[in-house]
Every structure is written in C-alpha cells, then in structure tokens.
C-alpha cells in the first residue's frame, strides 16, 4: 500500500473555557491508503500541529511533516517505524512535529489493522488483551463539598477507581487535606484514589511533600505530576520523602526517552503515555515494554475521545498486572459525538480494548461536520492548508 | 511599560535546500513596549511558531502563547521570567510554545536594554564582558578534498577555529576519518577542530566509538550530537570511551531542564544551548550557571543571523574561560541583510558581544520587505494573523 492522502479535521465547542479540559477541540486526522481508512487524533493544540504538517521546509533538519509521509509505503509495523525515523530525523529542528506525527502513526496502525483484520494490540505483539480497571478521571470541585458529591457520583454510576485533579489544589494546605478527605470519603473505603496536581508545585518539593501526610492516611495510590515534568531532580526528592503513595507522570513525553527519564531519573512508580503526544502507538508500546522490566506500572494519558483510548490502551493492552486505566468521563459532547462505537465499562466494572480490526473505533462523519472549525492557511499567496471534506 | 504589540516576520531565500543550513529563513520578532521597539529571532520552522502565538486556546493548559504576553507589564528582568512562568504553565500542552516564546523573550530584553541603556548582558547580572574566539562554523565538504579546501580557506580568512558538520559525516568510517585528517590538515597544527555528526547514529554507540581513534589522533575537541538529542544513555557510554574527545549537546533543548540533564545525565563537556529555542536569554543563563557548578563548558548554538547571534553571546559573556563561541559563516544573503550592524573577529581574531543597549543589533527594514513571506492564516472564516507592516 502507499498512503495517499493524510487530513486533518479541526473541531471544537462552540465555547472553550480555561477549565484544563481537554475535550474541547479535537484534530481528528484521516489517512487513506490501499483502499483502507485509518483515523488518528493528535492531543492539542490544533492549528499548530495543522502547521507542522503542511509548513514550508526550514532547512533539512527541519522539514514539514507531510514530506515524511506522504507517498510511502504501508505493508507493515516495520514501515511505520521506519516513517516514524525519518519525521524523527527529518523534522528534527520542528518542535511540534511529535504532536503532529502522532495522530497520523495512530491512524497508520488503524489502516494496517483494518487490511489484515487485525486488532492493533495484536499488531504491537500481544497475544491476548486483558480488562483494565478503568479510573473515572475528573476536575476537583470548586470546593471540598463538590469534591466529596462528585466522588459519590462516581462511586454511583459503579466506578471503585477515580483520579481528582488540577485547581483549587495547590491553593492552600488546608484546602488540599479538605479535598483529599472529601476523595475518600466519596469513593468509599475501598475505592481507589489517584490526585493529579497539574504541576502546581513547579519544583518545590517541600510545598509537594506537605501534602503527603493526607495523601498516605487517605491512602492514595498515586501523585501525578506534583512537578513541571521535566524536574526529574524534583521527582525524586519527592519520591524519597514517600511512604505508601508513589508518583505519577510522564504525559507530556513526546518520545520514548522522555518516559524512560522519568522512570529512571525522576523515579515515577506510574509512567502515563499519552499516544496523542508521544509519537503514537510504537513509542508507548517501547515504554511499556521498558517500564515492565523497571518494575514500573504503565498507565494512559487520555483526556478526549474514545478513539484516543483505544489508541491509548493499546500499547498496554497485553499488560495483565497493569490493571489500572485512564477513562475519561464528564466529556464534552463534541468528544462523545465523534465516534459511533464506545468503550463503557462491563456489568464487572472493567472496560476491553476493542477486538475490531486497527483501533476498532467508527468515526461520526456528522460529528466532523457539526463541530468543524474551518482552517486556510495561505503562504506566500499560496494555500497550503484548507479544511478537507468529511 | 506595557507590552503592547508583537510581530512577526517570516522571511526567506527564494530557494529553500536540504542542506542543514538554518538560515535559508528567518522568524523575526518585533515587540514594542513603553515606546521602545526590541527585536529577537524564533529559530526554526516559521509557520508553526506563528501559529503557537495566535492560535484559538483548546483549554486552560494549552493556551496561545499571545494570550500570556501581550499587554502585560514589562518593568524589569523580574517580569520576563515572570511571563516565561506564565507561558509555561498556560502553554504547557503546546509543544511549539517554547521556539514561539524564545523569540519574544530575547526582544523583551531588547526592549528592556534600550529602556535603560545597558547590554543585555549586564542585566543578566555580568560585570564585564569577555571576547570569545569564534569558530567558523561549516557543513563537511562533499569529499575530504572540499573539506581539505574549505578548511584551508576558513584559516585563510583568519580563523583558528572551525566546525565541520552533517553529511557526509556518518556514511562509511572510511571516509569520515579521510575527512576528519582533512580537517586537521587544513586547519593546521594549532587549530582548533570542532565535529557535529547530526545525530547521525541515532543510539548506536559502537558506531560513534569507531571514529573516536581518528578524532583524537586529530586532537578533536568536540564531538557534537553524536545522537538523537535525547539519547543520554548513549552519550554517556560513549563518554565511557574517550580519552582526549568530550562530547557536546543540547542545541534541542527547548527548557533549562533538557540541558542540565544532558549535562548530567549525558555527561557531555560542552553544553550548547540555542537562545531560538530554549526559551531566550534566561533558561540560558540559567544553564549557563548550572555550567559553572559542573564543570562543563558552556557554548551558544547558532546557525542565523547576527541577531541571534548577539542573543546567543549574551547569557555567558561575561564566563571568562568559556571561551570558544560558534560563528555561522557562509551564511545566506538573508540572515547578513537582515541587520545593520555585524559581528566580525578583530585583529586578535576574537569577536566581542555589543557593548550597544539591549542586544545592541539593528535590524534591517528593506530587509524585512525584500525577503518577506507573506502568511495569512484564517480560522472559523476570521483572520487570526496576518503578515504585519515593517
């Protein structure tokens, strides 16, 4: 097969908040290749990543994406790895680029996958998918009071694992513990509590080892991003401070080195992928591969669609011990309304990697319609980018 | 002051090669503040950059970077690494945000030189200001011959320095070690070479070992990327195998964090970090300290104009013993039109940063029109940017 045709479809809100929500916009990518349609999507910031495919040549280490893809061969995982070298080496000198990339290698793997008839776990080398214990993941409420209703609301609608993150946390100490006990209390003694700080401490570890006394009698599992993330030195001044609870982190890898720093360096005992971000599929199934023999749990990064989970869980699916899984709810409805199929947990409570060819996921072809935010780009006088059709 | 404007300006050659020659184009930065107008230069990959700056916010962490500097206060070095913060935490999620904000960051200093008639050097807290001996920096010839001649000719034109890079080097070890006795011989005994392989071997150490023989016969004194920017492990065993050779890196480094762990990590001898990229003058300095702790040699990476050349002297000028200071020669028409004022070596064959306020370099008008390239980027119908007035 030879890819034909890479789009990229901007959507979004009608409005979008400075809540830190990442299903407000989405940049959906389409890839045509051997009579098979494969879909990806990149983790934020649209326009820019639009940019990094279509942007004039710099110079040679810093070369638009689509050069690197456009016209080359698919008949195999090896041909993606390949492409993923040469953007890799290619656009070098193009900071966004990974972003960029990372929707297109997903969709990559969703044509392969739906050539053979194949899921794309399997594809990646696992023999087996096992369920994962999906983790309601959610804004703090404004106050301990709301924090405290929307983990019974979780803990209701048959979650045992939820993750609570971003303001007011970080606000005042006080505050925190009072968040912190609403989690518990909400989820229930037995429910599993996981905190994000949004990297608020910045690399104060003092400020982040503070709140670990509330965390540890409240028994959270774990910390994610107490720190900027790459203040791996911070990292692991907080991890020696620890008792119970270990960190979490590793979002914002946008390669495999980055996560396997983390985990070296900054001694993370979750590392989170986000296939949107790292370079897609093979990066995170190498980072789960490293993380297995570090003895390190791996753990998605996914805040939008369920074509991005399916993505996510992917290069972890044939992971038995890595249980726990990143399940966005409370989703805008532009993130619900993109895909036809959806993954919901079972009557155990676990959710499955689809089983369907490639990422197994149906794009809405309405929902690129409905949400469209059309793009053109024009350079010297030129177009080089115009929303395609759905 | 306020800051109450920022333009951009994407200039570039009429032909645009693969050739790892950066300036075949130019993002330039115009920001105004209190009366006063600063210039800086983005390094790389214009459109993107462009695009980081003015493009619809997807959530709380993935904002503009224009949404974080335009209209805010700028009264002293306090308030640049105060909006450095800002844009940080607000454009966290947009990977290109960094090359966007290195630009600003530099004409802020600018701005805040000329305000109080000072080098920006001074106000990043240096006394004096040391000359530097400028190394002529040079892609490898075709064959060793051309290398032979070039070098020849960079001794010629009084340099005792020079750095051969790229491609060819990495194709056969044959050849390599032909160009690297080419190097030395042209140069002369006493003259300092300098060799970027690129990244060319990827991870593979072996590959980069073979050459070290023949680089430390030729009394090389660095070898710079070796491989992918972020492969410390690889950079550290090869580190392992030198005698006389240290290694060098960080030019990628696109926060102050990616360098002190390359240094640390790495353990390269020469930590090269690009003011276009890391985020400006501050990150810079910053690492430039963090040099001093270390015992690691610090250098600037620059590949463009004069511009940012004077950007890249500013964060060690005044690092008495890091003397060695990369100088593009042979670059394109646009980066020498595109300032007034220029930075040569002297009878001494040093070169000196500007003694003049801010970054003491005048940018060219004619040139801002002669090279221009017009964008116009427009979302959901709206023009979002539109190439500005000289």
């Not at 041909?79 to 997903?106: C, F, K």
């Not at 009557?347 to 793009?375: F, Q, T």
């Amino acid at each position: 097969m030879k890819i034909e045709s890479v789009d990229f479809f901007y959507l979004a809100m009608p409005d979008v908040t400075t809540a830190a929500d990442g299903s407000q916009d989405a940049l959906v990518v389409r890839v045509t290749a051997g009579g098979h349609v494969g879909w990806g999507e990149c983790e934020a910031a649209p326009l820019p990543s639009i940019a990094a495919f279509v942007c004039p040549m710099s110079h040679g280490a810093c070369r638009p994406v689509g050069a690197s893809v456009l016209g080359e061969t698919l008949d195999g995982p090896d041909d993606i790895r390949r492409i993923a070298a040469t953007v890799a080496y290619n656009s070098m000198d193009l900071l966004q680029a990974p972003h960029t990339w990372s929707g297109i290698e997903m969709a990559l793997w969703d044509v392969l996958g739906r050539a053979r008839g194949m899921p794309a776990w399997k594809l990646l080398g696992y023999e087996r998918a096992y369920p994962k214990v999906p983790y309601a993941s959610v804004l703090f409420g404004a106050t301990p009071q709301q924090t405290l209703e929307r983990a019974k609301g979780i803990r209701a609608n048959g979650f045992r694992a939820a993750k609570f993150g971003w303001a007011p946390f970080g606000e005042s100490l006080s505050s925190d513990i009072a968040h912190l006990d609403a989690a518990r209390e909400g989820l229930g003694p037995d429910g599993i509590v996981l905190i994000d700080a949004g990297q608020i401490f910045g690399e104060d570890v003092d400020a982040a080892a503070a709140r670990l006394d509330a965390m540890e009698r409240n028994r959270v599992t774990f910390f994610e991003e107490p720190f900027h993330g790459h203040a791996y030195a911070a990292y692991a001044g907080l991890r020696d401070r620890m008792k119970t609870v270990v960190s979490a982190g590793g979002e914002a890898a946008h390669n495999r080195y980055m996560a396997e720093h983390l985990i070296d360096f900054g001694k993370v005992g979750y590392i989170q992928i986000d296939c949107g971000r790292i370079g897609g599929l093979w990066p995170a199934k190498q980072v789960a591969d490293y993380a297995v023999q570090r003895g390190v749990t791996y753990i998605n990064h996914t805040f939008t669609s369920n074509l991005a989970l399916s993505a996510s869980m992917q290069p972890f699916a044939g992971l038995e011990k890595h249980t726990i899984c990143e399940f966005p709810t409370g989703l805008k409805q532009l993130a619900v309304d993109l895909t036809l199929d959806h993954i919901a947990p079972d009557a155990n409570g676990e959710i499955h990697v689809p089983d369907a060819p490639g990422l197994g996921i149906a794009v809405n072809p309405e929902a690129l319609v409905r949400y469209r935010v059309d793009v053109e780009i024009r350079v010297g006088g030129q177009p080089v980018f115009v929303t395609p059709k759905p």
